[in-house]
């Protein structure tokens, strides 16, 4: 697996657990548990940009990775 695949697999990733995250806090009546939740889910979604950031990075450096 190429780093460019690792990237896109850990953006597609962190994608995925930001929703789950949602949907966790959607099904608790519990504030404080919802809190919890969409706050690890803004988290994740945080850190997204920059790994798209660094997708951008690897795919204008590294020759090979461009289409």
Do not use: F, W
């Not at 919890?36 to 945080?46: I, K, L, P, R, T």
């Amino acid at each position: 697996m190429t780093t460019k695949n690792r990237i896109e697999e850990a953006i597609a990733q962190a994608e995925l657990l930001a929703g789950q995250l949602k949907t966790c806090a959607l099904d608790t009546d519990v504030p404080s548990v919802r809190e919890m939740y969409n706050s690890m889910s803004q988290q994740v979604e945080e850190i997204i940009p920059k790994l798209r950031g660094r997708l951008g990075h690897v795919v204008k450096e590294e020759p090979q990775y461009r289409n």
